[in-house]
Structures are given as structure tokens and as C-alpha cells.
């Protein structure tokens, strides 16, 4: 059981700016009202990697593991909708590029290095945008989003309040490059 005073309940994520932000919310309203847990605007992410609910001490150390990636920017092409029928949620997705699967599998040895146990899944990159939907939506699909990444945040998550960031970090040199060629 969760000690909250203990424990804290993280996750690693690409976090939009308000551009791209915008970019999702546009596409999110092609959906129309899907059920009536829509993601607040406030916390639209794509979820890098979940490890639950861990010790707060336990956070220095995963932070300094996470310090020593060296990763590079990457564009994150969101051209899918689609849905999970297990977790019920809809969400906008896509393919993700060498370099950020490269980044989960990082994170992935990064967070266990530090000590930290967690349920590896497979990764499947989305932006839930939707919860409690109980059918298969009929969603067409979406005008593609090419999204430049240049940094990953660290997320904590209390129930009823909005995302905290803990802490961001920056990916590497390729990103300028990155910055000055994505459109959004
Ligand atoms: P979801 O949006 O697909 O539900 C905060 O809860 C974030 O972590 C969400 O993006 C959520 O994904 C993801 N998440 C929650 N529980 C998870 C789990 N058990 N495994 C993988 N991801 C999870």
C-alpha cells in the first residue's frame, strides 16, 4: 500500500510545449466527446516509461543515473488514433523513431541501476487522450503531428491534481538540428 508521506507515484514522459499542446488538443476535438474522462488539457504527455509508486528517498539516486544518458533529440511523428481495449483509453499515437526507443531502453537500465523495481511492458508510445471508453472508437484519423523533442521530464502523479514535473532534462547536441527542421 502507497505511504504517501514515502512514496511517490512516477513516471518519465515527453511533455508538450504549448505549441504541440495545441497541435493535440486540435486533434483530440476531431474525436468529439468520447466518454466523460477526457485527459485535462494540463496533462496531455507521452508516457517514456511508468515505474509506479517508489520510495521518495530512492530519488536522488534515480536522478543521478539519469544524468549520465546521453541520448539525441528526435521528431515524434503522431499519425495514428487508436485504442486500447484492456485500459479503455483512447489516445493519438505513432511510430517512434530509432533514437527514442533508444531513450526508453535507457531509461529502462538507468531506473534499475538506481535500485528501483518496476514492470517492464512494451513501450507503446501514445498520448492517451481519453479514458472510460468502452467500445472501439470510430476515429478516422488524425492530420499527422511531426512533434521535435528535445527534452524528457521526470512526472509525479497525485491523484486528483495536476502532473508535477520533478525534474526536465535536455537530449543532446543533434537536437538543434531537430529544433530547427520539426514543424508542428
Ligand atoms: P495511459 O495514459 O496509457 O493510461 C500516468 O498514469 C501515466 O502512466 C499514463 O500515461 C499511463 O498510461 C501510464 N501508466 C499508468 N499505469 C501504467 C502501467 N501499469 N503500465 C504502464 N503505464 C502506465
Redesign the pocket.
Known amino acids: 500500500m502507497q505511504d504517501k508521506a514515502r512514496d511517490v507515484r512516477i ?1 518519465f ?1 515527453l511533455w508538450p510545449d504549448q505549441a504541440v499542446r495545441s497541435a493535440i488538443i486540435k486533434r483530440r476535438e476531431q474525436l468529439g466527446r468520447l466518454s466523460r474522462r477526457q485527459v485535462p488539457d494540463h496533462n496531455l ?1 507521452l ?1 517514456l516509461l ?1 515505474l ?1 509508486n517508489q520510495r521518495r528517498a530512492m530519488l536522488s539516486e534515480l536522478l543521478a543515473a539519469v544524468d549520465d544518458i546521453q541520448a539525441d533529440g528526435f521528431v515524434m511523428l503522431l499519425d495514428q488514433f487508436g485504442w ?1 481495449p484492456a ?1 479503455r ?1 483512447a ?1 493519438l499515437g505513432g511510430t517512434a523513431p530509432d533514437s527514442a526507443s533508444r531513450l526508453v531502453e535507457l531509461l529502462n537500465e538507468a531506473s534499475r541501476q538506481s535500485g528501483i523495481h518496476f ?1 517492464q ?1 512494451q513501450w507503446k508510445p ?1 498520448i ?1 487522450l481519453f479514458r472510460q471508453v468502452h467500445k472501439q472508437p470510430d476515429c478516422g484519423q488524425p492530420q499527422p503531428l511531426s512533434w521535435p523533442v528535445s527534452e524528457f521530464v521526470l512526472l509525479e ?1 497525485v491523484s486528483g491534481q495536476p502532473y508535477r514535473i520533478l525534474h526536465r532534462w535536455q537530449l543532446g547536441t543533434r537536437l538543434r538540428e531537430v529544433k530547427a527542421n520539426g514543424v508542428v
Open positions: 513516471f514522459a504527455h508516457t511508468f509506479g486500447f485500459a483509453v489516445w514492470r511492458g501514445h492517451t502523479s
